[in-house]
T-cell receptor
Framework: GQNIDQPTEMTATEGAIVQINCTYQ??????LFWYQQHAGEAPTFLSY????GLEEKGRFSSFLSRSKGYSYLLLKELQMKDSASYLC??????????FGPGTRLSVLP | EAQVTQNPRYLITVTGKKLTVTCSQN?????MSWYRQDPGLGLRQIYY???????DKGDVPEGYKVSRKEKRNFPLILESPSPNQTSLYFC????????????FGPGTRLTVL
């Protein structure tokens, strides 16, 4: 079966660093994705990992360990506008995508 | 402007009344998908299409149909909607590139009474 797990909610302070974890179990693996979704809006792409290691993109970084079925999204220098849901998604094969339930992040002043 | 459009954005209907939600993309993407998003369950893939006339079931296809007669359009059809299909629906498209970034439409909020 396919299963992706991530924390439901997290809270952090403006200017801090937060790490959002994601574990996955899928029948195949074609890559791990992170999306950001503000309330009432469509998801937008943040990052993609297919090999083990860290991918850095400005304030956002994403890490993948294929052997452990584990990924995290690291957000640095948090800003109020980073308050959103963060969706972890795995691609078992082709264009089949499995999303986690999403982590709602609240950034407090 | 590169975009995915969906219509309608909001729809309230009654059980059993057939409806179609349209999806169109102007990026010449091969791949298109439909998702539904429900609280606590996240995004779940309904159907996807690898190209014109090629469609496949996602994780929750029951009660839905799709067609891909043209590359840019991928309509979602509910032949006989039921209240458990009340949800927020997203269409997405993807180019045939390595990172498979998906571009999502703005969403369609459907209520079936």
């Amino acid at each position: 079966g396919q299963n992706i797990d991530q924390p439901t909610e997290m809270t952090a302070t403006e200017g801090a660093i937060v790490q959002i974890n994601c574990t996955y179990q899928t029948s195949g693996f074609n890559g791990l994705f992170w999306y950001q979704q503000h309330a009432g809006e469509a998801p937008t792409f943040l990052s993609y990992n297919v090999l083990d290691g860290l991918e850095e993109k400005g304030r956002f970084s994403s890490f993948l360990s294929r052997s452990k079925g584990y990924s995290y999204l690291l957000l640095k220098e948090l800003q109020m506008k980073d308050s959103a849901s963060y969706l972890c998604a795995a691609s078992p094969y082709g264009q089949n995508f499995v999303f986690g339930p999403g982590t709602r992040l609240s950034v407090l002043p | 402007e590169a975009q995915v459009t969906q219509n309608p954005r909001y729809l309230i209907t009654v059980t059993g009344k057939k409806l179609t939600v349209t999806c169109s993309q102007n990026m010449n993407h091969e791949y298109m998908s439909w998702y539904r998003q429900d609280p606590g369950l996240g995004l779940r893939q309904i159907y996807y299409s690898m190209n014109v006339e090629v469609t496949d079931k996602g994780d929750v296809p029951e009660g839905y149909k799709v067609s891909r007669k043209e590359k840019r359009n991928f309509p979602l059809i509910l032949e006989s909607p039921s209240p458990n299909q009340t949800s927020l629906y997203f269409c997405a498209s993807t180019a045939g590139t390595a990172n498979n970034e998906q571009f999502f439409g703005p969403g369609t909020r459907l209520t079936v009474l």
